[in-house]
C-alpha cells in the first residue's frame, strides 16, 4: 500500500534580481518558516502574598469610637490589637496554604482506583471535605481580620454596623474582629 507523499512548506518564488551590469540573475526560492506558537504564561498577580500586610499610617486612637464612660483607646491598646490582627492574618494565609495543599493531595489520590475500596474512597472524601471546610473557615476569617485591618485605617473601627453606635473597647479586646454591638448580634443570632 502506497503512502500519500506528505507537503512540504509552501515555497515562496521572488522575482528575477536585475545585477549592477544589466543582467538578471536566476530566480531564488525561499521556505517559510513554520509560525511559532504563543505558549500562555501562568502569574502570579492572584496569589496571596505570605507578608505580612503593607503598613500604612495608624489613625489616632482618640478618634476612635467608645462606649459612654469608657476611656478613649490609647495608642498603646491600638497598636496591640492590630499586632494581634496582622500576625493572625499571617497564620491564617500559612493555614490557608497548606489546607489548600493537603486538598491538592487527597483530590490526586482520592478517585476510585486499584487497591480502594470503597470505605477508603469514603474516608479519603471525608477528609477532603474536612479540609475543605476548615479552609473555607480559615478564609472568612482572614477577610474579617483584614476588615477590621481596614477599619481601623479609616476609622470606622469599633462602630457597629447595623445601629451605628459604639461596640465596645471590651468587646473588640475580646474579639478584635467584632462589626456588631452585643444588642445587634443578639439580634442577629435569634433570627
Known sequence: MATAPRKSAPVRKTAAKKSASGTS????????APAKKRV??????????????????VHKADTLAVKDGETPWTAAELAELRAELEADVLHLRDEIKSAEKEIVGLLRDGGDGA????????????????????????????????RALSRIEDGTYGVCESCGKAIGKGRLQAFPRATLCVSCKEREERR
Do not use: C, F, I, W
Not at 540573475?25 to 517559510?32: I, L
Not at 475500596?117 to 479540609?131: F, P
Open 25 to 32: 540573475e536566476s530566480p531564488k526560492t525561499t521556505r517559510k
Open 115 to 146: 487497591g480502594n475500596d470503597q470505605a477508603d474512597v469514603g474516608s479519603t472524601t471525608l477528609e477532603r471535605d474536612h479540609e475543605m471546610s476548615l479552609a473555607n473557615n480559615a478564609r472568612d476569617m482572614l477577610d474579617q481580620d483584614e
Open 40 to 57: 500562555a504564561m501562568k502569574t502570579n498577580e492572584n496569589r496571596t502574598p505570605a507578608t505580612a500586610p503593607a503598613k500604612t499610617p
